[in-house]
Nanobody
């Protein structure tokens, strides 16, 4: 059974940093596309960053240069390093997995429960 469990959310001041983690289990982690999404109540879910099974990354324009997605295949962990945080980054952040695939196509099969990030000005 595939499970994704996020951690690392919390509160930060604008300009600060947080690091999110997603622990994955139940599948061959290295052959999946992994991604981070976020959602604010009343708004559509937004893709934040994704990483292909070969390590290629992509980012939403709103986080480019500030956020970094990475993964550790040996530990089955996905990370999102968030620097220079802004109040508009406040949201529930979700880890998602698609696969098995080589490249991300947007068809995410599995989702975590989310971790809240709150950035104050």
């Amino acid at each position: 059974q595939v499970q994704l469990v996020e951690s690392g959310g919390g509160s930060a001041q604008a300009g600060g940093s947080l690091r999110l983690s997603c622990a994955a289990s139940g599948y061959t982690y290295s052959s999946y596309c992994m991604a981070w999404f976020r959602q604010v109540p009343g708004k559509a879910r937004e893709g934040v960053a994704a990483i292909d099974s070969d390590g290629s990354t992509s980012y939403a324009d709103s986080v480019k240069g500030r956020f970094t997605i990475s993964k550790d295949n040996a530990k089955n962990n996905l990370y999102l390093q968030m620097n220079s945080l802004k109040p508009e980054d406040t949201a529930m952040y979700y880890c998602a997995a698609e696969g098995p695939v080589k490249y991300c196509t947007g068809g995410y099969n599995y989702w975590g429960q989310g971790t809240q990030v709150t950035v104050s000005s």
